[in-house]
């Protein structure tokens, strides 16, 4: 891994996509359309996601020095056909040319990816004119994409001897749930719900079940910090007791009834 260090960001990259041909695009993520950035290695035409590590008040070894309060941006290989599905799928009526399709004001770096997909790996999501990549999404075919993604994540965890989950009973079951759940983060609601028939498991809403450390990276957010939020500190509660004897102190009239008033003791001297 190499490593770019600026003032406020750490980033992580592979040793071989360290050139100056480099760049970093802001995309639409095909999970929920929000902005993610990505890094576009050009001479190797692949793309990474760029992830910032959530961690509060730590610091990082780079090189001779320490670098504190510092975001720490990972970077993991990313298939563009992830991105450019969501895009088929709002055109999957007719065929039409790549380059029509991946047109979007908001993020046109997208365009950047025409030149990371041929026409064979096209044909993995969609048919496919033979010739100037004229194409129509095919969801049956991207279903079945997505059932080969998934494979292939549950045979990389199994190799890696990663746990499915902290109660997992290391199942065949479990590490599917757990790598549809991985592909899932990729792709649309809907493609995700057909993803889990394929395989037979009932959808779960993963975002709730296992907070992450990690959230996409966004350098416009880079220099937001926890640094002036004030925390809200609780007042000391009362023991229960204690707050019920006071409402009993207060509440309780003294019965006087038979008993001297303070100034019967005294009396006036006389002169």
């Given at each position: 891994?190499?490593l770019?260090?600026?003032?406020?960001?750490?980033?992580?990259?592979?040793?071989?996509?360290?050139?100056?041909?480099g760049?970093?695009?802001?995309?639409?993520?095909?999970?929920?359309?929000?902005?993610?950035?990505?890094?576009?290695?050009?001479?190797?035409?692949?793309?990474?996601?760029?992830?910032?590590?959530?961690?509060?008040?730590?610091s990082?070894?780079?090189?001779?020095?320490?670098a504190?309060?510092?975001?720490?941006?990972?970077?993991t290989?990313?298939?563009?056909?992830?991105?450019?599905?969501?895009?088929?799928?709002?055109?999957?009526?007719?065929?039409?040319p790549?380059?029509?399709?991946?047109?979007?004001?908001?993020?046109?770096?997208?365009?950047?990816?025409?030149?990371?997909?041929?026409?064979?790996?096209?044909?993995?999501?969609?048919?496919?004119?033979?010739?100037?990549?004229?194409?129509?999404?095919?969801?049956?075919?991207?279903?079945?994409?997505?059932?080969?993604?998934?494979?292939?994540?549950?045979?990389?965890?199994?190799?890696?001897?990663?746990?499915?989950?902290?109660?997992?009973?290391?199942?065949?079951?479990?590490?599917?749930?757990?790598?549809?759940?991985?592909?899932?983060?990729?792709?649309?609601?809907?493609?995700?719900?057909?993803?889990?028939?394929?395989?037979?498991?009932?959808?779960?809403?993963?975002?709730?079940?296992?907070?992450?450390?990690?959230?996409r990276?966004?350098?416009?957010?880079?220099?937001?910090?926890?640094?002036?939020?004030?925390?809200?500190?609780?007042?000391?509660?009362?023991?229960?007791?204690?707050?019920?004897?006071?409402?009993?102190?207060?509440?309780?009239?003294?019965?006087?009834?038979?008993?001297?008033?303070?100034?019967?003791?005294?009396?006036?001297?006389?002169?």
């Amino acid at each position: 891994m190499a490593l770019f260090e600026s003032n406020d960001v750490i980033l992580l990259l592979p040793e071989k996509s360290c050139h100056s041909d480099g760049k970093i695009l802001e995309l639409k993520h095909p999970k929920n359309g929000q902005s993610c950035m990505v890094y576009l290695d050009t001479k190797s035409e692949s793309i990474y996601e760029l992830c910032k590590l959530k961690e509060n008040h730590v610091s990082w070894f780079v090189g001779d020095y320490v670098a504190g309060d510092t975001n720490l941006v990972i970077s993991t290989p990313l298939d563009p056909l992830f991105m450019i599905i969501p895009y088929l799928t709002e055109n999957c009526n007719h065929f039409c040319p790549l380059g029509q399709i991946l047109v979007d004001e908001s993020y046109p770096s997208i365009m950047e990816l025409e030149a990371l997909v041929t026409e064979e790996i096209l044909s993995s999501i969609a048919e496919v004119k033979p010739t100037d990549k004229i194409v129509r999404f095919d969801k049956n075919k991207t279903i079945e994409w997505l059932e080969f993604k998934t494979k292939k994540v549950i045979q990389q965890l199994k190799d890696s001897n990663i746990s499915p989950g902290i109660n997992s009973t290391l199942s065949e079951c479990d590490y599917t749930r757990y790598a549809v759940s991985i592909v899932s983060d990729y792709i649309s609601p809907s493609l995700s719900a057909d993803l889990h028939d394929k395989f037979g498991l009932q959808v779960i809403d993963y975002e709730a079940e296992k907070p992450s450390k990690k959230t996409r990276f966004n350098p416009s957010k880079s220099n937001t910090s926890d640094k002036g939020t004030k925390q809200t500190i609780p007042k000391q509660a009362i023991p229960k007791g204690k707050e019920k004897a006071t409402k009993v102190a207060k509440n309780h009239k003294i019965d006087t009834k038979g008993m001297k008033s303070m100034s019967s003791f005294f009396k006036k001297v006389e002169k």
